[in-house]
């Protein structure tokens, strides 16, 4: 469903399972970040998909664009609606300051999710590993996985920063879940991320959706150039452990680098270490990712 608007323009509804329109990393597409995995702090306390309805829309003048949704899977997750949880989301961004040729700005953003809990709370991350242990996890300790509330908000900041080839990306997450029983526990954590495209491109702004677009390459190899090679830094953190609540709380610092010898071809390594710790319990791991991605029509 599409209804334009003069001068608020482009206001969109879809209806679908979509990732829900509360944060800038998780929106963007992974293939296209500076890394290979989200930070560990977006996927504890966000879902991936959801079913639901999703409405935005963008003031392309002002540099402002909004969404918000409503999201329940009880068809998809084949249960009652009555015993499925409900999701009320919301997102708002804002380019307050850019220069004229738009090679300088500065992105704010600001996220809102609302859940009912009807089927309880857990959270849990990978250490930015994909398919390697849960390092935090609220259900330690737990006879259940899931724990009860009577609801869990999330509130998320984004400050995002590009100049020329150089990018500044962070965003911070509070959860805070209503359960007197557990002392109300509060859980939140943050990225910073830095990146830096060598060979001098510059990603550019989606003013429509408050997004930044995928490296681009002045001349790739089959062009007898040397295609994009991008170097980043990230550093992350998540705590799991408040209230009557022990999921632990880790902190990873992170090095990359991607080379994009095509628009549909890179390769890629991550650097990663890891301090974790839980119940005074702490210890410390590291390791590499690899990636060689070829995206076909």
């Given at each position: 469903w599409r209804l334009d608007i003069p001068f608020f323009i482009n206001s969109v509804m879809s209806i679908c399972k979509q990732k829900?329109?509360?944060?800038?990393?998780?929106?963007?597409?992974?293939?296209?970040?500076?890394?290979?995995?989200?930070?560990?702090?977006?996927?504890?306390?966000?879902?991936?998909?959801?079913?639901?309805?999703?409405?935005?829309?963008?003031?392309?003048?002002?540099?402002?664009?909004?969404?918000?949704?409503?999201?329940?899977?009880?068809?998809?997750?084949?249960?009652?609606?009555?015993?499925?949880a409900s999701q009320f989301v919301g997102r708002l961004t804002w380019v307050p300051f850019r220069t004229e040729d738009e090679s300088n700005l500065l992105h704010l953003g600001?996220?809102?999710?609302?859940?009912d809990a009807k089927e309880g709370f857990r959270f849990r991350s990978e250490p930015e590993f994909n398919k390697s242990p849960v390092f935090v996890d609220t259900a330690f300790g737990n006879d259940v996985a899931n724990l009860p509330a009577d609801k869990v908000e999330t509130y998320n900041l984004e400050l995002s920063w590009r100049k020329g080839p150089f990018w500044l990306a962070s965003e911070y997450f509070r959860t805070a879940v209503k359960n007197p029983a557990l002392e109300d526990p509060v859980f939140d954590g943050?990225?910073?991320?830095?990146?830096?495209?060598?060979?001098?491109?510059?990603?550019?702004?989606?003013?429509?959706?408050?997004?930044?677009?995928?490296?681009?390459?002045?001349?790739?190899?089959?062009?007898?150039?040397?295609?994009a090679w991008e170097i980043?830094?990230?550093?992350?953190?998540?705590?799991?452990?408040?209230?009557?609540?022990?999921?632990?709380?880790?902190?990873?610092?992170?090095?990359?680098?991607?080379?994009?010898?095509t628009p549909f071809f890179s390769l890629g390594v991550n650097y990663r270490y890891i301090w974790n710790s839980h119940n005074e319990l702490g210890g410390t791991s590291s390791g590499f990712t690899t990636r060689i991605l070829l995206m076909l029509d």
């Open positions: 829900e329109p509360i944060y800038m990393e998780k929106l963007t597409g992974m293939v296209f970040l500076p890394w290979q995995e989200r930070s560990a702090v977006a996927d504890a306390l966000l879902p991936a998909r959801n079913v639901g309805i999703v409405w935005n829309g963008n003031s392309p003048e002002k540099y402002s664009s909004w969404a918000f949704g409503v999201f329940n899977d009880w068809f998809d997750a084949d249960q009652d609606f009555s015993d499925s600001l996220g809102y999710r609302y859940s943050y990225y910073v991320s830095a990146s830096w495209i060598l060979t001098g491109e510059m990603r550019l702004y989606n003013k429509k959706n408050g997004l930044f677009r995928p490296v681009p390459i002045s001349r790739t190899v089959y062009q007898n150039g040397k295609g980043s830094a990230r550093y992350s953190d998540v705590n799991l452990t408040d209230g009557k609540v022990e999921g632990g709380d880790m902190q990873i610092g992170s090095l990359g680098l991607n080379w994009w010898l």
